[in-house]
């Protein structure tokens, strides 16, 4: 499902390409409810089988946010080739994960570190650009 833009100054991004932004996409802003105030906190992002997004956080608030089943969004920006703005957000029902559910050693580094894993279908994605 892809929204339309209600703004008089940007145009909206089909799905693919916001699939397209998600998937060059390292970091992000994870939104969730965080003691019942909305909260932006960091984070890493990797599309998996292009309908997926696998979260990995140090922060508590989003380990604790996809084991109780919360919904969440995931929002990245950037300059396009024309130095146009751009933004995405994704919005989906976040679940605990495993690395051992991927590939060998794909998200070995930063789990080593510390991070854990949240998953989290693309249920929802609005993307527009401003020129």
């Known amino acids: 499902m892809t929204a339309t833009s ?4 940007s145009e909206p991004l089909s ?14 802003r994870v939104l969730l409810s965080l003691r019942g105030l909305p909260a932006a906190l960091p984070a890493r992002i990797e599309l998996v089988e292009q309908d997926q ?7 508590n608030a989003v380990l604790l946010a996809a084991r109780r089943g919360d919904v969440i969004s995931v929002q990245i920006d950037g300059l396009d080739a024309n130095n146009n703005t751009w933004s995405v957000t994704a919005t989906g029902i ?8 991927f590939e060998a050693g794909r998200f070995k580094r930063i789990t080593d570190c510390g ?9 929802v994605v609005t993307g527009q650009r401003a020129p």
Do not use: K
Request: charged share 20%.
């Open 53 to 59: 997004l696998v979260i990995s956080s140090r922060e």
């Open 15 to 28: 799905r693919d390409e916001c699939q397209r932004h998600l998937e060059s996409a390292t970091a992000a």
């Open 94 to 101: 976040a679940a605990g994960a495993s690395p051992e559910g």
């Open 6 to 9: 209600s703004s008089l100054w």
């Open 115 to 123: 991070a854990v894993l949240a998953i989290m279908p693309l249920s």
